[in-house]
């Protein structure tokens, strides 16, 4: 039950201090003086991070243990939100990189630790994981700008505030340190040499087009859906709740899809059905924005939060240990944050293009065709190495 709760407390901290960057925005550049490229390069910047230094992360838990190298994230997001603190522009950047970094290896290293230790568990895990993932960033979405404006902090201090959630789940963590040891010396032998093969996999290669292209799904839709709900005549504030609360709906989602699979459906038709109430929504967001939106964000927050959640848990079952779970962990996110990364962008410029949100929305509807095929091919019940059942 500890280490469970640890587990939770660590992905609650995986995208608050990022997120809690957007209800900010405006704010920050205002009053530091930036153009809006340079305070969109703080969502950027860490997404970069994640798809760059996935591949680091196994070598550091060989290298340090799991356990040890867990708690480390927590102090790096620590540091990271109080650099963020100093004066000068060049800190709040090198603390989002900061923070970017301790993300990135606690993303690649949870899907492995939840494979070993809790084996018999690993759909409920992942649900609770996932769970606290959109948990975490709809409570940054949600209570940062009113805690701001309700204690009259400047901007900087209200994002520091966000370095106490990882204090905790810090403190909560050290009991691990001494659990990891026995872990560690069990499996040491094999755990000292990396997974070889894995880009020959075409199983591997399907997770790791089903977690880039939801990704990207979701990233590009947080970008720019209250951008397209304001252009259709919502109002800045009602566009902003519209966006929290698609999240907090992807907390059911996220925690449901996993916990479900095998008892009554199928990984592969999940995978499906969550795309598909994505494409309901993106086709109500055409026809009409303003006056369903309730429905369409509610669809969307379901289909998104079962897709992150299907994502992760094709991670864990495809791989046949924890170390394998790491390496096909750090493959996946590599790619698919990378591609993330490009979604809001690429979405920005069809939008230039074409001067209407049509097209964009039209865009995101088709990717859903190919995440849905790569999603019954990651579903099949197989390994990506190890066994007869191998692929």
Same mark, same amino acid.
């Given at each position: ?20 960057? *957007?209800?900010?925005?405006?704010? =920050? #550049? ?83 630790? =939840? ?10 895990? %992942? $649900?609770?994981?996932?769970? *606290?993932?959109? $948990? ?41 340190? #001494? ?23 075409? &199983?591997?290669?399907?997770? %790791? ?17 209250? %951008? ?18 698609? *999240? ?11 916990? =479900?699979?095998? #008892?009554?459906?199928?990984?592969? %038709? ?29 669809? &969307? $927050? ?9 994502? &992760?848990?094709?991670?864990?079952? #495809? ?9 096909? *962990? ?55 190495? $190890? ?5």
């Amino acid at each position: 039950m500890w280490l469970g709760a640890g587990v939770v407390l660590l992905a609650l901290n995986l995208r608050p201090a990022l997120v809690a960057v *957007s209800p900010l925005a405006d704010t =920050i #550049r205002d009053e530091s003086g930036m153009s809006a490229t340079a305070t969109s390069l703080l969502t950027a910047l860490p997404l970069l991070c994640f798809g760059l230094l996935a591949p680091v992360a196994p070598r550091l838990g060989r290298r340090f243990g799991t356990e040890r190298a867990l708690l480390a994230t927590m102090v790096l997001i620590g540091a990271g939100t109080a650099l963020r603190t100093l004066d000068p522009v060049v800190a709040l950047f090198a603390g989002t990189v900061v923070i970017g970094a301790g993300i990135a290896v606690a993303n690649v290293l949870l899907p492995g630790l =939840i494979k070993r230790d809790f084996p018999a568990r690993a759909g409920l895990m %992942t $649900g609770l994981y996932s769970m *606290s993932l959109f $948990g975490g960033a709809a409570l940054a979405a949600g209570v940062t700008l009113p805690v701001q404006q309700a204690s009259g902090m400047n901007w900087r201090t209200t994002l520091a505030c966000w370095g106490a959630l990882a204090l905790v789940a810090l403190v909560v963590w050290l009991p691990q340190l #001494r659990t990891g040891t026995r872990v560690a010396a069990a499996v040491a032998r094999q755990a000292a040499h990396p997974v070889r093969g894995l880009w020959r996999s075409p &199983l591997a290669w399907q997770v %790791t087009a089903y977690m880039g292209l939801q990704s990207l799904n979701y990233y590009a839709a947080a970008a720019w859906l209250p %951008t397209l709900l304001q252009d259709a005549g919502m109002s800045a504030g009602d566009a902003g709740w519209m966006l929290s609360f698609s *999240s907090l709906l992807g907390i059911a989602g996220s925690f449901v899809a996993p916990v =479900i699979v095998g #008892r009554r459906l199928g990984s592969g %038709t999940l995978a499906a059905l969550g795309a598909l109430l994505c494409a309901v929504a993106y086709a109500g967001l055409l026809t009409a924005p303003v006056g369903g939106a309730y429905v369409w964000m509610s669809l &969307l $927050g379901l289909g998104q939060g079962a897709a992150i959640s299907l994502a &992760l848990l094709f991670i864990v079952q #495809r791989a046949p240990d924890a170390r394998h779970v790491a390496q096909l *962990s750090s493959m996946a996110q590599c790619f698919g944050y990378i591609l993330a990364a490009t979604g809001p962008a690429v979405l920005g410029a069809v939008h230039d293009a074409s001067h209407n949100w049509t097209v964009p929305v039209v865009v995101l509807l088709v990717l859903l065709v190919p995440q849905i095929a790569v999603g019954f091919g990651a579903a099949r019940d197989r390994h990506v190495a $190890g066994g007869p059942g191998a692929a």
